[in-house]
C-alpha cells in the first residue's frame, strides 16, 4: 500500500520520482537481468493495470453501480465500471474518464478506495486493479446510460447486500470482496 501512494504521488512531484528511481536502479537493473535469462519470464505477458470504481449516487443511498461484462474478459461476470489505466493519468482521472466514457456521468469527491493484485493463471489474467470510489454529480446527469452496449448488458444500482455471489463476479471485485473490502463499512 504504501509503495503504490508513493508511487501515485510520484507522478505530481518529478523531483520525489527521481529520487525514488535512483534507490531503486541497482535492485530494477538486478532483477532485469534475472529475467532476461529466464526464458519463463519471457513467455509471460505482462500485468494488466486497470481501475474500477465504485459509484456511489445520493439519490440511491446504499448501493453502489454494477453492470454484466459480455463480449470481452469476464464475459458474464458482474463487474464496477472501470478499464485500463493509459500513459500520464492519474488514478483519479482514469476514474473520471472511465466512468463517463461507459455510463455518461461525471463524478465528483473521487477517491482511493483498495487495490489488489488478481490472477487467474488458467485464462492468463493477471492486472493489478485500482479501486477508486466516486460520488454522482447529480447536477450534470443522475442516473446511468449505457454508453457500451457491446461492452455491458447496463447499469444497475445494486445495495451492497445484494451483490451477486464471488463466482458471478469479475475476478478483480471479487478479490476485494474476499479480501474483506466494504465500501460501506464505518471507519474507526
Known amino acids: 500500500m504504501i509503495v503504490s501512494k508513493v508511487l501515485y504521488m510520484s507522478t505530481r512531484n518529478f523531483k520525489c520520482f527521481s529520487i525514488l528511481s535512483r534507490k531503486s ?17 519471457a513467455k509471460l505477458p505482462r500485468p494488466g493495470v486497470g481501475v474500477g470504481v465504485f459509484v456511489t449516487s445520493s439519490d440511491h443511498p446504499g448501493t453502489i453501480l454494477m453492470g454484466k461484462r459480455k ?47 488478481a490472477i487467474d493463471r488458467p485464462t492468463n489474467y493477471h492486472y493489478v486493479t485500482i479501486f477508486m470510489k466516486g460520488e454522482v454529480d447529480t447536477s450534470f446527469k443522475a442516473e446511468p446510460e449505457n454508453m457500451e452496449p457491446d461492452k455491458c448488458e447496463g447499469w444497475h444500482w445494486t445495495k451492497w447486500e445484494d451483490i451477486p455471489p464471488p463466482e458471478l463476479l469479475f475476478w478483480s471485485l471479487r478479490i476485494a470482496i474476499a479480501e474483506g473490502f466494504n465500501m460501506f463499512a464505518k471507519k474507526d
Open 25 to 41: 536502479a541497482i535492485f530494477m537493473a538486478s532483477s532485469q537481468t534475472k529475467m532476461q535469462n529466464s526464458t519463463e519470464h
Open 71 to 117: 463480449n470481452s474478459t469476464g464475459s458474464g461476470m458482474y463487474a464496477l465500471p472501470g478499464g485500463h489505466l493509459e500513459f500520464g493519468e492519474s488514478w483519479e482521472e482514469c476514474g473520471r474518464r472511465e466512468i463517463m466514457e461507459e455510463t455518461g456521468l461525471r463524478l465528483k469527491d473521487v477517491s482511493f478506495a483498495h487495490v489488489n493484485n
